[in-house]
Every structure is written in structure tokens, then in C-alpha cells.
């Protein structure tokens, strides 16, 4: 058997999610052809993806060898961990007072803590701390301004890339502090919290 | 001639100064993007569209469009001299360019590839102007089923010109479909697959969706290669062509806008296609072939001459269609509805002022990027010294307030990272972002045309093959589907592409 891991993975991804979309369409009329109702068109395309999922598994059992690179158990662990504790910082976030429940903070924080646990294992890095960053961004910008927001997002994604120095982040931040500043604020005017409201 | 005025209308609209300099810009940042690799098209034009809201439409669009066209230019310096495409439609520029830099012609080089490609697209120019009226008019006897079919061919054709193997990036196709029909369906009101989150009712963010894979996960792949940018070496040296070296050049230039003409209003089709269409043919047809591997000229101002005609051609199915041919028009689209202009044939005379105000804009920008271009060579290699490290946390910030602006809603922000993370994996696994994208953008469409069309025909499917504009486009879409599905054409596409990029 020649088996092409990363096809047999990506028809997983399509099947997985047509039947997903299936059983979600279940709760939409169908309607008829002539007369087509909400479930109709999403029905038409998750069965195409479907069947294309079904495909691409069928030619993934014999176009291959085409392995993934291997995961390391720390890859692996540290991913499950991230999901399981963003899953539970998140769900924790949505029963506390105050901050850590309105509006989309459990989210926010769910996803931060998620994509933080992985990025202890050093080649998650790229990856999981550039999405904390950019959650960690979501959660600071309205509560203590853009300013801060972008200061903590650039200093926590710098970590991705070991060739920085302090130095050179600081200077970083400062500028693009400078250049958001020219551009959001002072040429575009967007409605957002610049710096933090007491 | 209506052309002429048309054309002098669009000229005082794109001449006013605020049109002037927004395409200034858009042409500046797009040579930037086009020389610095690791960031594309489609990448900065999802970053900088939520900054394009506060303009006039026109304006937004003549900015956008300066991105593309001006990132073709751009590419071309970097694989030239550097031996690096800044641009995937660069790829086969490198091929000779870097040759005839190593000859010490690297100027004459890039004066070929900027010459060609302000030709191509003074050419491209007036394509665009003639034929989109002409296309308007045949567009507006289109029934429901013909637009249905023709979004179907344009599906199926950018899958099957995508990278990879032609049924996944259908997948992926049909997975932007199926992410497309989130939200409020549009007959009956009701919310479909929304969780009861109020923000998916207006269904996923287009925004968000395009900077997560394409700028969020291209970031990630960028950090996780070892940066390897070897210092530019070796001098410019003079820009002037030698005489022999300018005829050599005229021919291919000619085939290459010929090419790019075509395969860019192909949809699907675009910059990237085009220039190695242009490569191939040359290898062909040149007088000079035997040179092709050593740095024959023909090899650069075909392919560079193609991009640019092409960049503007594919702007031609958006404009009398309301069909995007790629990514990059898909965005278009986007930017277009949400400046409240349906992009469609009525384009032309509900929004004169947009429809050539951006074609006078595509030849002013061309003009501009000569000059943007060619004396200030030296800069532009410049920026290439400065490391990818201080330019991630730049991009990161940058998607991260442009996507917060678009409804000063920070759900959108925690949303591109899901797509950030979605993206790496499928590019991980070999799935092709941009079909998807293209799919997301045409699946609503796509699902208004259908019903309508079965709602005239009552029911009866068989209207698809009765129309023959309809069933024109469907055998074509069988046709090219069979096609790949042939293991001779597909080997052809695989070592072809796999050559080019």
C-alpha cells in the first residue's frame, strides 16, 4: 500500500466537516427543486464535498507515500493540553464576574490559553504564538487601548522568532505604535479606544 | 466614438488629485509587496481593504487594483537580481532575469521586464475598455442558468489551474461554497448554520477568512523557514538595452501581452498562469530558443509583459460579469459589496465613474510604476535588507486593527485567528486557500441563480443544457475536468507547474 498520509488526512478534514454540515442542515426545510428551501443549496454543496472527500480518500490509499513530518510527543501532548485548558479557561471565563464574561472574552480567552499551552514546545512557536498574540490583541484593545494592545501583541509574538533582540522589539514597538497612530487614528479616524480609560 | 469620451471620462475621474494619489499609493505599496517575498496580493489587499471603507468607492478600487498590477512589476526586480521571486507570476522571470544578471545585463533586464510590462498594459488598457462594454451587453442576456453555469466553469477552472491535485482544491472549492451559505438565507430569513451567534447572521467574515489564510498563515510559514535572503551582489549596471538586445525583445513582448490578454480574462486564469504560459510558448516559438537556460531576453519581457497584461485583464469578468477570475478579484468583489455596489453587467451605467475611472487609473498607475520602477531600482532592493522579524509584528498588528475596524467588533479578530490556524493546516496538507476563497465569494451568488432558475424552468433541471449559453459553459467545465482527470495532460500541468513554482 502506497498511503498518501497528507491526502488521507485532508479527505478527513472534507468529510468530517460535510458530515458535520449534513447534520446540521437537518434542521432546515429542503423544500423542492422548483420551490427550494434554506436546507437546499447548503444540502447540494456539503454532499458534493462529500463525495469529494470520498475521492480523495480513495486515491490517497494508492498516490502516496506522502508522510507528514513526525510529531514529537511533546508536540503532541502540548496540543491536547492547549485544547483541553482553552476549552476549560474559556468555559471558566464565561461563569466569572465582571471583565472575564462580557461580550466575547471567553473566547478571547479560551482561544489565548489554548494557543499559549502549545507554544511551550518550541516549534509550535510560529504558529500558536502568533494566534495568541493576535487573540491577546482582541482581548486588551477595548478594555486598555490600541496602544497597549499593540505593544503586548508584538512583544509576545517577537518570541516566535529567536533572532530578536530587546532592543530591536522596543524600537519595533515604538514605531509601529507611531505608525498605527498616523494611520488609524489621525488619517482614518476608526472608532477605537487609543489609550487606556480610567 | 463612444470609446474616446468614455475613456475621457474615465480620465478626468481618475486624474482628480485624491484618485491620483490613492493609485500613487496602492502602486507604491504594491511594487513594496511584489519586491519583498513572503507577502502577496492577496494578503496586503485583505489587510488594506478595511482602510479603503472610508473612500469613495472608485477610489478604493483604482488603490486595490494598483496593489495587483503594481505587485507584478514589483516581483520581477527581486527575481531578477536576487534570483527570488517576490511574486509566484515571477517565478519563471527568475529563470532567465537572474541568468542575464550573472551576464552583467541585470539593467537591461529590468528595463525589458518594466517596458514590456507598461506596454502589456497600455494594451491590456484599452482591451479592458473595448471589450467591457461589448461583454456588458452579451452579459445582460444572460439568464439565471447561464450565470449559474458560468460560475460553476469558473469554479471548476480554478480548481483544476490550482496547484496540487485538481480534486482536492474542488474540495476546497465546494468547502468556500458551504462556508458561504452561513448566515441569514436570504428568501426565507432564516439563520443557517449560525450557532445563534449574531455576529454569523451576515455570514462568515469575508475579511477575516482572507487575512487568516492568507496573511496570518503565510506569516507562520515564513517563520517557520529559515530566512535565507542572500545579499544582493553584483551592480545594476546600465539601464540601456543594447540595440539588438531591443529587437530581440519586441516579438516576445507582443506574444507575451498576447497571452496574458487571453489568460487572464480565462477564469481562474491571472497573473501567475499567464507568465509561464508566456515562458512555455517562448522556449517554443523564439528565434533564439537555443540561448533559453543562459539568459536569453525573450524569457524575461515575454512572461513580465504577461503578468501585467494579464493582472488587468482578469479584472474583466469582474467588471461586466460580477465574476471574480481569482483570488485577487474575489477580494474585489468583496471590496465592492461592501462599499454597496453589486458587482454585475448593470455595473457600467449604474457606476460609470468606477467602471472607467478604473481602467484610466490602470494606465495612469502603468505610467507611474515606469517611473516608480526603473530610476529608483536601488531602493527598492534596499528594502529587501530589512529581516522578516521586524515585519511579521507589522503585519500581525496591521490585520489585527484592520479586521477590528470592519465593525469595531473584536469577534472578528478572535475569527482570523480561527482562519489563521485553519489555513496553516490546509496548507500543511496540500489544500489550496485560494479556490476556496474564490468559492466562498460565488457560493451565495451561486445559490441565487439557482433558485431562480429552477424556479422558471418549475422545477425542471434540465433548463442547464437547453440554454446553450448555459450548456456552452458547462461542457467546457466537463471538458477541462476530463481533461485533468487524464494522467497524460495531468503529468504535463504537474511537471509544469512544479517547473514554475
Avoid at chain 1, 476549552?87 to 482561544?111: D, F, V, Y
Avoid at chain 2, 473595448?130 to 452579451?138: D, F, H, K, R, Y
Avoid at chain 2, 543594447?242 to 486564469?269: D, K, N, Q
Amino acid at each position: 500500500m502506497k498511503l498518501n498520509t497528507k491526502d488521507l488526512l485532508s479527505a478527513g478534514l472534507l468529510i468530517g466537516l460535510a458530515a458535520i454540515g449534513l447534520w446540521l442542515n437537518m434542521d432546515h426545510t429542503m423544500g423542492s427543486a422548483r420551490r427550494m428551501g434554506p436546507g437546499y443549496m447548503p444540502w447540494l454543496s456539503f454532499a458534493v464535498m462529500l463525495g469529494l472527500g470520498i475521492l480523495v480518500l480513495g486515491s490517497g490509499l494508492f498516490n502516496g507515500p506522502d508522510p507528514i513530518e513526525k510529531w514529537t510527543s511533546a508536540e503532541i501532548f502540548s496540543l491536547i493540553g492547549g485544547a483541553v485548558l482553552g476549552t476549560a479557561a474559556g468555559m471558566l471565563a464565561a461563569q466569572a464576574p465582571g471583565w472575564a464574561s462580557a461580550s466575547w472574552n471567553p473566547l478571547g480567552i479560551g482561544i489565548f490559553v489554548g494557543c499559549m499551552i502549545p507554544s511551550i514546545v518550541k516549534s509550535w512557536r510560529p504558529l500558536f504564538l502568533i494566534s495568541a498574540a493576535f487573540a491577546l490583541f482582541g482581548l486588551m484593545l477595548e478594555p486598555v487601548g490600541l496602544m497597549a494592545a499593540i505593544a503586548a501583541a508584538v512583544i509576545l509574538s517577537a518570541f516566535a522568532d529567536e533572532t530578536h533582540t530587546p532592543k530591536g522589539v522596543t524600537g519595533l514597538v515604538v514605531f509601529l505604535c507611531v505608525l498605527c497612530w498616523a494611520v488609524f487614528i489621525y488619517e482614518l479616524d476608526i472608532r477605537v479606544p487609543v489609550w487606556p480609560q480610567f | 466614438m463612444d470609446l474616446i469620451s468614455n475613456l475621457g471620462h474615465g480620465f478626468a475621474v481618475a486624474l482628480t488629485f485624491n484618485n491620483i494619489l490613492f493609485c500613487l499609493i496602492g502602486c507604491i505599496i504594491g511594487t513594496a509587496i511584489g519586491v519583498l517575498p513572503g507577502i502577496g496580493p492577496v494578503a496586503t489587499i485583505s489587510l488594506l481593504l478595511p482602510i479603503t471603507f472610508g473612500q469613495p468607492a472608485t477610489t478604493a478600487i483604482i488603490m486595490l487594483a494598483g496593489i495587483y498590477y503594481g505587485a507584478q512589476y514589483g516581483g520581477s526586480t527581486t527575481a531578477i537580481l536576487l534570483n527570488l521571486p517576490g511574486e509566484v507570476s515571477s517565478v519563471v522571470t527568475t529563470l532567465e532575469g537572474y541568468k542575464m544578471a550573472r551576464n552583467g545585463r541585470a539593467g537591461a533586464a529590468l528595463s525589458v521586464a518594466a517596458l514590456g510590462s507598461f506596454f502589456a498594459g497600455s494594451v491590456a488598457t484599452i482591451v479592458v475598455a473595448a471589450s467591457g462594454p461589448l461583454l456588458t451587453q452579451v452579459a445582460l442576456s444572460f439568464g439565471p442558468a447561464d450565470y449559474f453555469s458560468l460560475m460553476f466553469l469558473g469554479l471548476v477552472i480554478s480548481a483544476v489551474l490550482a496547484q496540487g491535485s485538481v480534486i482536492k482544491s474542488i474540495g476546497m472549492v465546494a468547502l468556500g461554497v458551504s462556508l458561504g451559505m452561513v448566515g441569514t438565507d436570504v428568501q426565507t430569513g432564516q439563520q443557517r448554520f449560525t450557532f445563534g451567534i449574531p455576529e454569523l447572521s451576515d455570514g462568515v467574515g469575508f475579511v477575516s477568512m482572507a487575512m487568516g489564510m492568507f496573511g496570518i498563515a503565510e506569516i507562520v510559514l515564513n517563520l517557520e523557514r529559515p530566512e535565507s535572503r542572500n545579499v544582493m551582489s553584483g551592480k545594476v549596471g546600465s539601464l540601456m538595452m543594447t540595440r539588438a538586445e531591443f529587437h530581440r525583445a519586441i516579438p516576445s513582448v507582443l506574444r507575451g501581452t498576447l497571452v496574458g490578454t487571453m489568460l487572464g480574462i480565462l477564469p481562474g486564469g491571472g497573473a501567475a498562469l499567464s507568465s509561464f504560459g508566456s515562458y512555455m510558448m517562448e522556449r517554443k516559438l523564439s528565434k533564439y530558443r537555443h540561448e533559453f537556460g543562459t539568459g536569453a531576453i525573450e524569457g524575461v519581457a515575454g512572461p513580465e509583459a504577461a503578468n501585467n497584461a494579464a493582472s488587468q485583464t482578469s479584472f474583466i469578468p469582474l467588471l461586466t460579469l460580477g465574476i471574480p477570475a481569482n483570488a485577487v478579484m474575489a477580494l474585489m468583489v468583496g471590496a465592492l459589496i461592501i462599499q454597496g455596489i453589486q458587482p454585475g453587467p448593470r455595473m457600467v451605467e449604474a457606476q460609470p465613474d468606477l467602471f472607467w475611472g478604473l481602467i484610466a487609473s490602470m494606465w495612469v498607475g502603468n505610467l507611474m510604476l515606469l517611473v516608480i520602477n526603473l530610476p529608483m531600482i536601488g531602493m527598492w532592493v534596499k528594502l529587501l535588507s530589512v529581516p522578516y522579524r521586524y515585519m511579521y509584528p507589522a503585519i500581525m498588528i496591521f490585520c489585527a486593527i484592520g479586521v477590528y475596524s470592519l465593525q469595531n467588533n473584536v469577534f472578528d479578530v478572535y475569527q482570523t485567528v480561527f482562519f489563521g490556524i485553519f489555513g496553516y493546516l490546509c496548507s500543511k496538507l496540500r489544500l489550496e486557500a485560494a479556490p476556496m476563497l474564490i468559492g466562498f465569494v460565488l457560493g451565495p451568488m451561486m445559490e441565487e441563480h439557482l433558485r431562480r432558475a429552477m424556479l422558471l424552468s418549475r422545477g425542471d433541471a434540465m433548463i442547464f443544457l437547453q440554454r446553450p449559453i448555459s450548456a456552452t459553459m458547462l461542457a467546457i467545465a466537463a471538458i477541462a475536468l476530463a481533461a485533468m482527470l487524464m494522467p497524460n495532460i495531468r503529468k504535463g500541468k504537474d511537471s509544469a507547474l512544479a517547473e514554475g513554482g
